[in-house]
Structure formats: C-alpha cells, structure tokens
C-alpha cells in the first residue's frame, strides 16, 4: 500500500460510498452511519443499508446504537473531570474508592492497583473475550459488560477480584474490564451513580441528546447483526461472536434491564453525531467538559515504553495513539487517536488534519475491525493497492 498525498481531496466521498455500498452489497454490514468532519464542518455525512433488514426498516442519520466500548471515551472524560474537581486523583489506590476490590499476582501478593492503571489498561486485568474459551473470566462468570443482565456491579467486581491478575499493575498493558472498576469507583468517591455522573459532566454540556446508559428512543435502536458463515445474521437472544481463540458474548436485551449495572466499559447507547460532538470537543480542547491541558494529556500516549497488542499504537488516557504509522500500516499522522466497539463501530481523529471521523454499524465485530473499517479509513486518505 501507498499513501496519497491528498486526503479529504473531491473524490474522497465517492470512494467512502464505494467502500459502505460493497460491504452492505457482500452482507458484512447490514447497516451504518458515517460522518467526516473537517474543523468541525461535516464534509460527509450518510446513512446507509438497513436499520432493521428483515423490517425493511432504512438506516436514518439520529440512529441510536449500542455503543459498547464507544462508551470508554465519554467515562474516560468524565473521570478526568473529577480529578480537576478533586474527587479523585490518578494515583489513588481503587481501595480507597471500593476497600473489598482486591485482586492478587498469582503469588498471592497483593498490588496497588490505581485510578490511572484503570484508565490505561495497566491494572493486569483481562476481558473474557481476549481469553480462550473456558479460560479463567469464563469459569469465574465475569461479565465484559454485554451480557448477563441484572448483574450487579458489585458481584462482577467480585468475581473480577477472584482471579488472579495478568500482571503486576504498570508492568504491561492488556485490554480489559478495568473501565467497569473504574466506574465504580467513580460512583462510590462521589456518592452518584455512573449515569448520573456522565450525563452532568459530559453528555449534557455536550448537548448529546441521545447518549444514556438506557435507549431514550426505542423506536430509533438499531437492530444487532453478527458476522456469519455467509453473511450478516441477526443477532438472537444472546448470541455469542468468535473472535480469537474465544468468542465475544453478547444479550442485546441487556439494555433494557435497569437492574444491569452501568458498564464504564461498554454499556451505553447513543447516536454517530452524540460521539462527534465528544471527540470534536476533545479535539479541539475547548474547556468545554475537561480543561485544554487535560484533553492534551488524555490524547497523547500515556505508556511509553509498554508495548499493547496493536502494532505501533501505544494508549491515552482512555482510547489508542498512533506512534508509528509505518508499524501500524496506516496512512494517519503520528499522534492520532481512535477506538471502536464490538458492535460494529469504529473512529478516529488525526488532529494533523483537524480531521474526525465517526463509523457506527449494526454488524459486530466486521464494522470494528478488519476489511471494512480499514478500507473506510484508507478511501478517506486516498490510499491506494501499490
């Protein structure tokens, strides 16, 4: 692959809608919304496929999506606006926050396990999803947030803390449930309950109408599909998605059980414009939710020297950062920042070129990774087989 020297030029529009006609024509996606802004002008903005396929239903642009871990960014934000209040600090011990949350090294000895190792995924803790299957999160029940309705927060943390950790907190970094302790330790330092905390200091400053940890508009959620054998399938009841040696777990109906707990990692819902209103805000370190020095420390690579599991990419404070383009074979400048969800979504904003773009499918995982978000990004940069 080559770069072009000419992202966003006048044919980047025809080449998104090649890229979103083909993978809905193949049934990868069944569904999406896309929107490219530029200095915060939306230069592409479509909804494409289906809503609900077998409803004939048409995607529409105020979509509202199952966001799972879309949700990290705006929780990471939130955090961050209580350490500027004081609430909490980076270096508290989560013990101060949950005294019973004690996980241990496979030694039996016990480490500090802090707000900043939740935050970028340095805490040794894991996801059942990145295990093999019957591997230890399995065997312990632990939920990754999209399952098991009407589990409690408190009995996940529970089963969390009964398996050993990975690693010693700050000694690596593996991707993991740390955003589910997070949020509650967010909730017990302030005596407010997550979604009470994210709709004050992130989603109503923003003007995020649409984003809560229940579906304020059911009648505008998007039904959920999976990758199948020879196509997109509607997700059932629970349904459970291969990936890697194990399988992601997934009970849409989760969403509508209030007795759920609130997923710092993965459990809220809301819309493609919701999620750019956050990221243009954190773009543009306006002070609008988090002071400018916060947002340049959230959005520059927070673990130099540990190595994650993606090739060039290193971790903020809440989602990755590019180090090395080169490594990671991407066309996107040095110091971008982006994440997705296993619902099928995927984002990123190179604040190179003020550019910000937001993808929310109803495919899990073919709208999060592999050939078609990598192909969305690569139409938008002009980059080309060579």
């Known amino acids: 692959m080559s ?58 642009q105020d979509a509202i999506f199952r966001l799972a871990s ?12 209580l350490v500027e209040a004081g609430a909490i600090d980076l270096a508290d011990p989560v013990t101060k926050f949950i005294p ?7 030694d039996g000895s016990e ?50 803390a009964s398996v050993p950790l990975s690693f010693a907190p700050g000694a690596g970094w593996g991707y993991s449930v740390a955003m589910d302790v997070l949020g509650e330790a967010m909730a017990r330092a302030t005596d407010e309950t997550l979604p009470d905390l ?19 508009d059911q009648a505008r959620l998007v039904r959920p599909y999976a990758d199948g054998p020879g196509g997109a399938v509607a997700m059932g009841e629970h349904h459970l998605v291969p990936f890697g040696d194990g399988a992601i777990s997934f009970t849409p109906g989760r969403a509508f ?13 809301g819309t493609a414009s919701d999620v750019l209103k956050l990221l243009e805000a954190l773009r543009r370190a306006d002070g609008t939710v988090i002071r400018p020095e916060t947002a340049a420390a959230m959005t520059r690579d927070a673990i130099e020297g540990l190595a994650t599991t993606m090739p060039g990419w290193g971790w903020g404070l809440g989602f990755g950062v590019l180090r090395d383009p080169v490594v990671a074979a991407t066309p996107q400048a040095p110091g971008t920042w982006r994440w997705g969800g296993v619902y099928g979504h995927s984002w990123f904003v190179d604040p190179t070129l003020d550019l910000t773009v937001v993808a929310l499918t109803n495919t899990a995982i073919a709208g999060m990774t592999g050939a ?15």
Do not use: W
Request: proline share 6%.
């Open 3 to 60: 770069a072009s020297a000419a992202p966003l030029d006048r044919n980047f529009a025809r080449r998104v809608d090649q890229v979103v006609d083909g993978a809905i024509e193949e049934r990868r996606i069944v569904g999406a919304v896309i929107l490219v802004a530029r200095r915060g002008e939306i230069l592409y903005g479509r909804a494409a496929g289906f809503a609900d396929r077998e409803a004939n239903e048409p995607m529409r």
């Open 70 to 81: 879309v949700t990290k960014p705006i929780v990471a934000t939130a955090a961050l606006a």
């Open 100 to 106: 019973e949350f004690r996980p241990k090294l496979a």
């Open 111 to 160: 480490p500090v396990l802090n707000i900043q190792h939740l935050l970028t995924h340095t805490a040794g803790l894991d996801y059942g999803f990145r295990q093999p299957t019957g591997g230890p999160y399995q065997r312990a029940g632990i939920s990754d947030g999209l399952d098991q309705p009407g589990l409690s927060s408190a009995e996940n943390l529970r089963r969390i």
């Open 198 to 216: 994210a709709d004050r200091l992130v989603v109503k400053p923003l003007g995020m109408s649409d984003t809560d940890f229940t579906v304020r």
């Open 257 to 269: 059980d209030p007795t759920s707990f609130a997923s710092g990692g993965t459990g809220m819902n």
């Open 372 to 386: 078609f978000p990598d192909a969305l990004r690569d139409a938008i940069y002009g980059r080309r087989a060579g």
